[in-house]
């Protein structure tokens, strides 16, 4: 097709009417698609289908002999924290099993530093003037929900392909008011970029303004991986003792997207003080997690080995669809030079940079057609994409044929929107 800028009026003209009719073809099918979020699809729950016969009739005491019926237990079963050690970068002593949700753990690390503090902590983070965090764009909108709900301020900083500005983060960590960071490290939600191992480094050993600095590692995605590669990176926790910051990360994951989204475990792992304050914050809260879940994921995944055989039956799964939007996206779009997207080794999401003042009009052409979409702006702190140009696509829950239909259609509305903004251009 090449270039639209090269078009010249007459061209473009015809081009966009070319394929405003194409859209109002598409439109009239009628469909009803949906890639707003990143939720496994029933073929994958079906792979941890044999989880739901577990622990079985009287087979419910640990390796310890304990009832894991009653209550107790609170930082997680031995053989659990054992199981993921590996996963999260930390002995099995460093590591909490939680219940279902890790963005719970989140949630809850959050409230207990405004309301006591953390390790190091001069004061509860609620009485400093304005506290703030960094946020790596485009990001996690969730991530960006709880510290707006809770009044903390967000500094966006730009992605590079191998993790966060460093220089930007690091200006912006001199202020003792900047209390955490959110990083997504590995196959990013949503760019799918992976942190490389100076970007790490420089995170663990940056001089902070605050003492009590956190970085928020969510490393939700540490084994889900697209590629036979599995790829790697730098252990923070590791990184940040050698560098004289030892209480520095809060590292968390889950089992969502590996056995049952809504019946998982969720992990913390930190330093000894960490885990320490964590524990006892929420002993106030609890009495202990659902043990019998974790006993079905351990007698389930077995191993690290059985981890890592599982999540390959989630590859063979969803590579398919995600090679599915990249066909679609490179046969519409390639060289029209209107979009350009990530090709992630990993994780859930794929995203997509339309024209600068597109990412609006693609969502509501989108729907208008019948396929919902992620709003735009959601990977910006606050819901505002200063470019407006930023789409997340999430091709993991529809089925295959699914996804190459949605995928045909998205790429029409993003190649839509720039033909009218390049019209609109030309003024």
Known sequence: MGAIVELSAAD?????????????????RGLKLDMTRGKPAPDQLDLASGMLALPGNGDHFTEAGEDARNYGGLQGLPEVRALFSKMMGASPDRIVVGDNSSLALMHDCVVWALLKGVPGSPRPWSREAAPAFICPVPGYDRHFAICEEFGIRMLPVPLTGAGPDMDAVEALAADPAVKGMWCVPKYSNPSGEIYSEAAIRRLASMPTGAPDFRLFWDNAYSVHHLTEERRQIADILDLCREAGHPDRAFVFASTSKITLAGAGLALFAASEANVRWYLARAGKRTIGPDKLNQIRHVRFLRDDAGLQRHMDGHRRLLAPKFAAVDEALSARLGDTG?????????GYFITVDAMDGTAQRVVELAREAGMALTPAGATSPYGRDAHDRTLRLAPTFPSLDEVRLASEGIALCILLAGLERARAGRG
């Open 12 to 28: 473009l003209e015809q081009r966009l009417a070319r394929v405003r009719a194409e859209y109002e073809r598409f439109r009239a």
């Open 338 to 346: 209107v979009a350009r997207w990530t090709k992630p080794a990993g």
